[in-house]
């Protein structure tokens, strides 16, 4: 069990690493940070402890999702000694069956200490230890990729908050780390938390026999979706060639949900034909989430290098609509499948094994760069100018529609 002597000595050894950022990391944020606005007088930064700017633009960006980030401020402080519970606990909790760390008690402490006005960064080194405790693929200083650890975050804490008793992920989401599906069941099966309510949609997936014409349907819940960026906006082009179609969101999403054949080595296995055959594939949305969560698939594997899609997608601020995705349009209203802009995650660089992660975020009408320690107010256009990797979609509501056209801009 965890006492304070261990978490001091932690402490320390996180706090002496926080040097340990290459120099060509802390080159390109001093170069990121020297491009900022005026210093934002409400947020609070988070401390690097040594290449954690990963977790650093996850946590900002959630700060920024109200409906998340409030049910976490406002549950109860739990006390833990020496693995002990002081006092009576309000919720349950369970990390792998070890009482004394709480992953949602520590994300709790670190949500309150953001926005309080505090120009001191925020050191997150008490969540950061409770992951190294939990997710063991995060451990070490190396630098890790920001969307594989949103969806383990996710995943832990909605077990926790469950209190299930099988502590593990389930084999889908750990056993093939580069190939993370965005549609994993595994993360939001049973009880609904939180995370499910906030994050969890549903889509339905249509397959066709070409032999036979027999239609299977199933539905498949999901956290966020991963969309490729289409491959005739990948290509590289030279300074003297003609610059080619920018591409936007709703090419990626309309690649992703599109009808696609299935190659030979996605053979469907046919229940008429009795026989694997060759088929189609169809996404549609049949339930959307308060908080759409929308990966853009920027690292591709090849035989022993992973490279990163430098394409520049074209995303809106606001007024994102997803009627067309949607299995039965008809039975939604036009404003509910409206959806506004409440953070975006950037990574900057060549590698995801290098670079640098950086978020920004909408708060009471203003946007904010979230670079590490540093928080500046930016202009829509340079959130709007950003080669986003992650973003954050809050549904509209009655009072958005209201606010939108007083809402201060910069």
Same mark, same amino acid.
């Given at each position: 069990?965890m006492?304070?002597?261990s978490?001091q000595?932690?402490r320390?050894h %996180? ?5 340990s950022?290459?120099?060509?990391d802390?080159?390109? $944020? ?5 491009? *900022? *606005?005026p210093p934002?007088?409400s ?6 402890? &040594?290449?954690?700017c990963f977790m ?7 700060s920024?999702?109200l409906?998340?980030s409030c ?5 109860p402080? !739990? ?6 519970t002081?006092?009576r ?7 792998q069956? =070890?009482?004394? !760390?709480?992953l ?12 309080q006005?505090n120009q001191?960064?925020f050191s ?6 409770v992951?190294?405790k939990i997710?063991?693929?995060?451990? *070490?200083?190396?630098q890790?990729? #920001? ?16 209190g299930?008793r099988? &502590?593990l ?5 750990l ?12 993360c ?10 906030v994050f ?5 997936n +249509?397959?066709?026999?070409?032999i036979?014409?027999t239609e299977?349907?199933?539905?498949d819940?999901?956290?966020d %979706?991963s ?6 906006f990948r290509?590289?082009?030279t300074?003297?060639? +003609?610059p ?7 090419n990626?999403l309309s690649?992703?949900t =599109?009808? +696609? ?6 053979l469907?296995?046919?229940? $008429?034909?009795? $026989?694997r055959?060759?088929?189609?594939k169809?996404?549609w949305?049949? $339930? ?7 990966h853009?698939?920027r690292f591709?594997w090849t #035989? ?8 520049y997608?074209?995303?809106?601020l606001r ?6 995705y949607l299995?039965?349009p +008809? ?5 509910s499948?409206?959806?506004d802009? #409440? ?6 660089g060549?590698?995801?094994g ?5 978020a920004? &975020? ?8 979230f670079?590490?320690s ?6 829509e256009q340079t ?5 986003a990797?992650?973003?954050f979609y809050?549904?509209r ?5 209201m606010t939108s056209?007083?809402?201060p801009?910069?």
């Open positions: 069990n006492n304070i002597e978490v000595r932690v320390e %996180l706090q002496s690493l926080e040097s950022v290459t120099n060509t802390r080159q390109r $944020k001093r170069k990121l940070s020297g491009s *900022g *606005g934002a007088l947020a609070t930064g988070l401390r690097n402890l &040594g290449n954690t650093n633009a996850i946590l900002q960006s959630l920024n999702i409906e998340f049910y976490f401020k406002e549950l402080a !739990v006390a833990l000694r020496s693995g002990k002081a006092g606990r309000m919720y349950h909790t369970r990390s069956g =070890d009482s004394s !760390v709480s949602v008690e520590e994300l709790r402490k670190t949500l309150c200490s953001l926005w006005g001191t960064a997150p080194d008490a969540l950061f230890y992951i190294w997710m063991p693929s995060f451990r *070490g200083y190396q890790q990729d #920001a969307h594989e650890f949103l969806r383990y975050l996710l995943d832990h804490l909605h077990r926790e908050l469950q299930s099988n &502590g992920p389930g084999p889908s989401l056993s093939d780390r580069p190939n993370l599906t965005s549609e994993s069941k595994c939001i099966n049973g009880t609904p938390t939180i995370v499910t309510s969890g949609g549903v889509l339905q +249509e397959v066709n026999c070409l036979c014409g299977s349907r199933k539905f819940p999901f956290l %979706l969309l490729d960026i289409p491959s005739q290509v590289k082009r300074k003297d060639q +003609e080619g179609p920018t591409c936007n969101l709703h990626c690649s992703f =599109d009808l +696609e054949e299935l190659d030979e080595t996605e469907y296995m046919c229940h $008429k034909c009795k $026989k055959q060759k088929s189609t169809k996404f949305i049949q $339930k959307l989430p308060k908080v759409l969560c929308l853009l698939k591709h #035989a022993f290098l992973r490279n990163k899609v430098d394409t997608v074209e995303f809106p007024g994102l609509d997803m009627k067309r299995l039965e +008809e039975n939604s209203l036009p404003e499948c409206l959806y802009l #409440a953070a975006v995650v950037v990574h900057h060549s590698g995801v290098s670079g640098h992660y950086t920004y &975020g909408h708060h009471e009408g203003r946007w904010y760069h670079n590490d540093t928080v500046t107010l930016v202009n959130v709007a100018k950003a080669k990797y992650i973003l809050t549904e509501t009655e009072q958005d529609r056209e007083t809402e801009k910069l």
